[in-house]
């Protein structure tokens, strides 16, 4: 991919007059929201250890004040513009000590690892995207079955209100709507991401507001989150009238001398789940998974020809290591009469445990069961009852089974 070439409506050199107010802008920005989104990041399931990314992470202000909290994530910021990539290198570390990976790529191709992370963020990224389906995709691809998306967005319909209101606020938003839309951005997006994140599969979805408002945060906080050189930009590109942008200002001064002003400001919060599908492809493995995933092949081929006794034995082994790989607790006593839920199994880790009882041994199991009351023990009974019910088959009309595997199109 091309990441000179960079398409949509946010285009840093034409967007505001001056880069480095701009970088200033967003870091106020994160400022004024910070808390409140944080709490709701929680809520959604972001927890201490995960793995997350942010997409279109700008400067990497949200990243850097998230791993500070969260200080056992590990955390990868994607940023597209070059200039913004060097701020987030320099951002990226604290006295030599690596905050966050840093990735130079487009939110469409990330080149990151599939089914890996966790938790993604996009936060005011996609009202400046040409082509949002493709982006979830993405960012869905790089996700594991389980992990959430939470999506920060504006939409310039409902977008910064002042008590007295400023008429000219209103041109200033009219116009920032046009450029941005004959960009290729989508100001108004916001609405719209919900049934963007059902069309690409994501379960779970859910959309909320969250508001900041200058009688509770104060209004030095409003102001350094704005600026003024977006503006000066519109009327560069001819959709603001010049005095429009003069008398705007005059007022918005005007406005802090009336006593009980008020500015008010929200942002969308979209959020969804990766589905748990039962049949997990290409679960993400690192190279010491991998190694213990090897010596761990067993299929329902190698127990065929065993006594039943030897069946449960093989079986119970294979799935106690199976088990503690999975919950990543190597040395785990695991009891194969223990209820699973006992051992903190979670839904990803449940999602995991079904679709390698599927693939190795043609068995369906669902995950509620594995999480609400099975055992290691239930899961083997299961797959022996299937094994004979299929080898009672055979005997009974081996002419059925023309040549192909015995189990094929059975279960
Ligand atoms: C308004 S800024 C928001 C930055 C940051 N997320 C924040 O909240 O402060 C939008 C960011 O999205 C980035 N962006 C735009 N198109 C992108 C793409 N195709 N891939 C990755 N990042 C992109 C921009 O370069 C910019 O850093």
Known sequence: MNLNKIDGSYILESFSENKDSEVTRLKYQVELFYQRELELYKKIGLKDGMKIVECGSGPGFLISNIVRDLPNCTATALEINPFLVEVLKENSTINGKKLFEVKHAS????????????????????????????????????????????????????????????????????????????????????????????????????????????????????????????????????????????????????????????????????SGMKSLNPVVENIKVDENDLQILNTLSLNIDDIKSLTSSEQEAKLSSYFIKRVSSILEQKNLDLNPDTKLNLF????????????????????????????????????????????????????????????????????
């Open 107 to 270: 939110i469409y191709e990330t080149e990151l690892a599939e089914n890996y992370y966790d938790f993604a963020i996009a936060r005011l990224v996609f009202e400046h995207l040409k082509e949002p389906a493709k982006a979830i995709a993405e960012v869905r691809r790089i996700l594991k079955p389980g992990g959430k998306f939470v999506l920060i967005s504006n939409d310039f319909a409902y977008h910064l209100l002042t008590y007295p209101a400023i008429p000219e606020l209103d041109e200033m938003y009219t116009a920032y709507i046009n450029s941005r839309f004959s960009e290729g951005g989508n100001p108004l997006i916001g609405r719209q991401l919900p049934g963007l994140l059902k069309k690409e599969k994501f379960d779970n979805i859910n959309i909320e507001i969250i508001c900041v408002h200058s009688g509770l945060e104060g209004d030095k906080a409003f102001v350094k989150a704005e600026n003024v050189n977006i503006s000066k930009s519109l009327v560069k590109e001819g959709f603001l009238k010049k005095e429009t942008l003069e008398s705007l200002i005059e007022n918005w001064y005007k406005l802090f001398q009336q006593p009980d002003h008020v500015i008010f400001r929200q942002l969308f919060v979209i």
């Open 344 to 411: 903190d199994i979670d839904s990803i880790a449940a999602a995991e445990l079904s679709s390698i009882v599927k693939s190795d041994f043609q068995t369906g199991i669902s995950i509620s069961d594995i999480l609400q009351k099975f055992s290691i023990n239930d899961i083997i009974k299961l797959i022996l009852e299937k094994l004979n019910t299929n080898s009672t088959d055979m005997t009974k009309s081996p002419d059925n089974n023309s040549g192909s595997h015995w189990l094929e199109g059975k279960l």
